[in-house]
């Protein structure tokens, strides 16, 4: 498994809970260390350990655990670089949804090595869709549901998501249902960084 994305629940834990029960899910875990190297590969079984002790530690179903780093990796400070990244997807909710299938060639773009599963966006009428997730990840499907809740939050959108699944291997569906695309005001957004004022002279 790619160290980025054991790194993603080691900085989410930290960020969200302290540094003490990062070190209380690493000693569970049994890990060799309290910190990921971001780009080495692990074994797999260490996720699944990691994920089952902070569940353990924080008292929290690991789906729901899971779904948390999905919301943390759209609304946490530390995160902005991937919400650009993901708001340039679309000017509004829907748009975005249907620049999923792209997702996992972009995320390449940026880390050659990180396979994450295929994407593919079905339209069942002009306001409910299907997401499905073909590709061996644990844990993804989860990921992905808090990811695209907050984002449906970020461009003020009411949505309803329901997914089936574990996240491990085979074929997951996110069931994503738009009831109103301007529900509420969303997360300022600008396509471009304006440049700073220049100095009075």
Not at 16 to 34: D, F, K, M, Q, V
Not at 55 to 70: Q, T
Not at 111 to 116: P, R
């Amino acid at each position: 498994m790619h160290g980025l994305i054991l790194k993603t629940l080691q900085v989410f834990v930290q960020d969200t809970y302290g540094p003490e029960p990062w070190r209380n899910i690493a000693a569970h875990a049994s890990l060799e260390g309290t910190d990921f190297e971001a780009m080495l590969n692990y074994d797999e079984d260490i996720f699944t350990d990691v994920v089952n002790s902070a569940s353990a530690v924080l008292g929290k179903p690991s789906d729901a655990f899971l779904e948390d780093i999905g919301t943390y990796l759209v609304s946490h400070p530390n995160c902005e670089g991937l919400r650009r990244l993901l708001r340039f997807g679309g000017v509004d909710f829907i748009e975005f949804l249907h620049s999923l299938d792209d997702l996992p060639d972009r995320a390449r773009l940026a880390v050659a090595d990180l396979d994450l599963p295929d994407l593919e966006l079905r339209d069942h009428t002009i306001n409910q869709f299907q997401l499905k997730i073909d590709g061996h990840l644990p844990g993804f499907v989860h990921v992905m549901a808090g990811l695209l809740r907050a984002m449906a939050d970020d461009y003020g959108a009411l949505a309803l998501m329901d997914h089936n699944g574990d996240g491990g291997a085979g074929l997951q569906m996110i069931e994503i249902t738009v009831v109103e695309t301007a529900y509420a005001e969303g997360r300022d957004f600008e396509l471009a960084i304006a440049p700073q004022a220049e100095e009075a002279s």
